[in-house]
């Protein structure tokens, strides 16, 4: 029986994972556990309630204003423990969070080999995002198997000099998760969302990224506010990520608006179905660029790059940058040309089908079946060896 460890931290982890753990699970083969960092807590227990997840192994770690420097140390010590406990066999992570690099780190000073859900993403700045870009590069220089939702992220690896025989596209595991939550009927009603009017145009937001902290932030919600003064027919739905620097910035552009609708964030499945009713979609997010033009919205995205450039080259997302009068501009334009809106929503999503989860646990038994196979083999030739000893003496 392979024991396979899967650790996450956070909310966006939690979700790209769910579809995969509910998988592997089901294997035979496979002895599968969960250890979650809890780097988030409200929001990730939102998501472990949605899928039915109990993890085995909870360091309940997060703290309000933590830094980077705490989420490491903690994980990094935490997981020490946990992979001395369970002994895995392989330990998988996702993406890039403070706590896949510290899950990735422990898991290569106890040497387990370590598989990356969502490998190959790059912007090829440092500090952008910050500090993501350096945990998935770093994730992926101790990794072992790289499940990589495009080929652009497989031809990232390679250029890193990965080998190949290592790498598999997949997909992205998060179209997996939302054709699971989506097609569950819900009515929005009871979200904190009555007073909205769908019979305007909607725009979902949100807004979270650590190198959009302070100014950027700002100048983002004032382009928004601008749109909001200047055009009757616009409601904003925002739901507040729980970061206290992220909900006072928003209280500081946002109080009094009433056409801004700051709720509390909402569990993945009434997310989904917001997204889906709404016109367009402004996020500094890395899931929903994915998300939401599988349901045909297009994505203003609140950044100055992305990690996700197959989705601009689809033309289903584009970067609206963190400036006021460039946030503006990109969301009238879409507001008012509906034949550039129609271009954004018709494109073809390129993350995938909905079966990387199926794909990811295909191929770690392929593997594992491999394994069983050399191990055959080599017994069978130690048998042989021996029986010919026997014979000439
Ligand atoms: C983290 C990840 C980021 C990911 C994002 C998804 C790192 C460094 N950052 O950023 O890559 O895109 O999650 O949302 O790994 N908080 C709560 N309750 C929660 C969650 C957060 O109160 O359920 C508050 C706490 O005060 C916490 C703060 O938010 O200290 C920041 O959380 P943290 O995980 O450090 O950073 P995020 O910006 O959420
Ligand atoms: N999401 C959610 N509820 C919300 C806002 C977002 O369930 O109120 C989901 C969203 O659909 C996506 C994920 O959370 O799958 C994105 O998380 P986040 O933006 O926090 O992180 P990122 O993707 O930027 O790492």
Known sequence: MKKILMVFG????AIKMAPLYKILAKEPDFIVRVAITAQHREMLDQVLDLFKIVPEYDLNMMKEGQTLYDITAKALIGLRDVLADFEPDLVLV??????TLAASLAAFYASIPLGHVEAGLR???KFAPYPEEMNRC???VLSDFYFAPTKQNRDNLLLENIDDDKIFITGNTVIDALMMTIKEPLSLDEFGLADVDWNKKVIL???HRRENWGEPML??????RDVVENREEVDVVFPVHKNPRVRKAAEEIFAGLTRVHRIEPLDYHPFSH???RSYLV????GGIQEEAPALGKPVLVLRDTTERPEAVAAGTVKIAGTGREGVRRETLALLEDEEQYKRMAMQANPYGDGTACNQICDIIKIRENQQKIIFFVDFLVVILIWQYIILVM
């Open 10 to 13: 956070t909310r966006p982890e």
């Open 94 to 99: 996702h993406g890039d969070t403070t706590t």
């Open 123 to 125: 912007t090829g700045d």
């Open 138 to 140: 770093l994730t992926d």
């Open 205 to 207: 937001l949100t807004c």
């Open 219 to 224: 100048e983002i919600f004032r382009g928004i």
């Open 274 to 276: 917001l997204m889906a």
């Open 282 to 285: 402004l996020t500094d997010s």
